[in-house]
């Protein structure tokens, strides 16, 4: 089969990253007889340098017309203060909600042989976290109006707006409880109900969308403040979690904190269509860009996660997934997992080991 892929490269280790992940699919295609074309495309800091504008007409109609679309990540120094319209981020905000990717799927996994690098106590991580985050991605406080100004007094002022209609609620949650199907059949649904109107809209309507259409399927409220606790105090309690854009940005740079390192982190954004767009949870990392010392098992393992849910191959996904395996068994580890005793590795290094074991 033939695969277009729309890769978005973006700033900071973006590159290095991406070039990591074509390396391990190039591999794949061999391997089991297809074929990805890519097209590099631009988006975020580089493209404002070139272009003016965090997001080209031409990337998004590219990305529209791709079978699915990886990208690196945004932002840097550089660009930190330009007015907020005009930051990288905007690009990628921008192609999310272009491509109408409202579900984003960050599943937080503790690798057995990197339960020492978490910094949790070994015995509250020892028998494995996998915790699936399902964060809401074009709706709520990233998306609603927001204003900037100065009173009569000359004091400065702002305000965001956090809204959520109940098709958009039902959708995520539909998401959700599909994921749970084939696992716990459990979902937590994180909101702030105590305080905030949209949260109370948001239980409501989780709670009358899942009793109607998944019954046994049980769903559980968490507050957010309680959720931020109970992810460091025991993160083997969770399965499948349900939250809004910005409680879900949060809580997964958390969620992947415990499992080790946001390093190893990857994410699915879908909307209706098999079109996705897939990206590690981290950033672009500025600090260390160019010094080959990134890690690329988020990137690579986002790449899998596009093999397996926007072109239903899924034993492609399980060679990556397994060949990542054996390399962390083999005790190669990028700096940010590196621990004593181990091999060290550059992030080029690590994505030809892992490409050599497909
Ligand atoms: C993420 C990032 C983005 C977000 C930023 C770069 C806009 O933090 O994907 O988690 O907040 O969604
Ligand atoms: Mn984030």
Known sequence: MNYNIAVLDGDGIGPEICAGAIKVLNKVGEKFGHNFNFEHLYIGGCSIDKFGTPLPQETIDKCLKSDSVLLGAVGG??????????????GLLGIRKA?????????????????????????????????????????????GERYKGV??????????????????????????CEMALKRSKKVVSVDKANVLESSRLWRKTVHEYAAKHYPEITVEDVLVDNMAMQIVKNPAQFDVVVTSNIFGDILSDEAAQVTGSIG???????????????????????????????????????????????????????????????????????????????????????????????
Request: proline fraction near 4%.
């Open 77 to 90: 120094y550089k660009w930190d203060n330009l007015p907020g319209n005009e930051r990288p981020e905007k």
């Open 99 to 143: 491509m109408n990717l409202y579900s984003n799927i960050r599943p937080a996994k503790l690798w057995k042989s990197l339960a020492k690098a978490s910094p949790l106590k070994y015995d509250l991580v020892k028998n494995g976290v996998e915790i699936i985050i399902v964060r809401e991605l074009i709706g709520g406080i990233y998306f």
């Open 151 to 176: 009173d009569e007094n000359g004091v400065e002022y702002a305000w965001d707006t956090e809204k959520y209609s109940v098709p958009e609620i039902e959708r995520i949650t539909k998401i959700a």
């Open 264 to 358: 190893m982190l990857a994410s699915s954004s879908l909307g209706d269509s098999k079109c996705g767009l897939y990206e590690p949870i981290h950033g672009s990392a500025p600090d260390i860009a160019g010094k080959d010392i990134a890690n690329p098992i988020a990137t690579i393992l986002a790449a899998a996660m596009m093999l397996r849910d926007s072109f239903d191959l899924t034993d492609e996904y399980a060679a990556i997934e397994n060949a990542i395996q054996s390399v962390l068994d083999e005790n190669f580890r990028t700096a940010d997992i590196y621990e004593e005793g181990k091999i060290k590795v550059s992030g080029s290094k690590m994505a030809d080991l892992i490409a050599q074991k497909i």
